[in-house]
């Protein structure tokens, strides 16, 4: 069996659209940055962390399913805003640039695991003061990293993406099914 370490509704539904049988649970890590840990380090070493985390509380044999993102504007990380002055600025800095998405995938048995990272870069349009005020006003950005949700009313923003669609949306799916079938635990394979 299939563990999804991840509260995420997305995430689960991207793993759905593989039509795996899994179940979901959410890993309980800090997500602290390291001291001289870059974005791509840390992604990766929280995604392992998440799937070793929930396999070490269920049973032997099972697979587990880390995966973290984050966003980079000029090697910055984008957080959730903390409130609307900060995604006023957080939209006006992305307006008319191009930025990272970083989202790492870890597959983990109690025996091995194996990860890797997809970066993708996304160009945002140039935004009007009212785009960003009635974007705010929707309530989507509130709890994005990055302030916007590419599945949802910030993809009218998204100019042009270099790279995977669904791991900027949170679990790179190409990615995904490979590392499983690397690792003994393919999709196609019931």
């Known amino acids: 069996m299939l563990i999804l370490a ?30 001289g840990e870059n974005p791509e380090q840390m992604v990766l070493r929280l995604a392992i962390a998440k ?20 966003g980079l504007l000029n090697g910055k990380v984008l957080v959730k805003p903390t409130d609307k002055t900060d995604f006023v600025q957080m939209m006006r800095s992305m307006s008319g640039q191009v930025h990272q998405v970083l989202t790492s995938v870890a597959l983990c ?18 935004l009007g003061d009212v785009e960003i005020e ?9 709890d994005k990293a990055g302030g916007y949700a590419i599945q949802g009313l910030g993809a009218q923003f998204v100019k042009q993406i270099k790279g995977s669609y669904s791991a900027i949306m ?3 799916l190409y990615e995904t099914v490979e590392l499983m079938k690397q690792m003994g635990c393919s999709p196609y394979e019931r």
């Open 51 to 70: 799937a070793k985390e929930v396999l070490e509380k269920s049973p032997h044999g099972q697979f587990a399913l880390g995966s973290d993102t984050i």
């Open 6 to 35: 991840s509260s995420s509704p997305r995430r689960a539904e991207l793993l759905q659209q593989l039509n795996i049988e899994f179940i979901q649970r959410a890993a309980d890590i800090d997500e602290t940055a390291l001291e």
């Open 170 to 172: 949170g679990l790179p």
């Open 109 to 126: 048995t109690a025996n091995e695991h194996r990860a890797l990272c997809v970066t993708s870069d996304v160009e945002f349009k140039e």
């Open 134 to 142: 009635w974007y705010w006003a929707s309530g989507e950005p509130q």
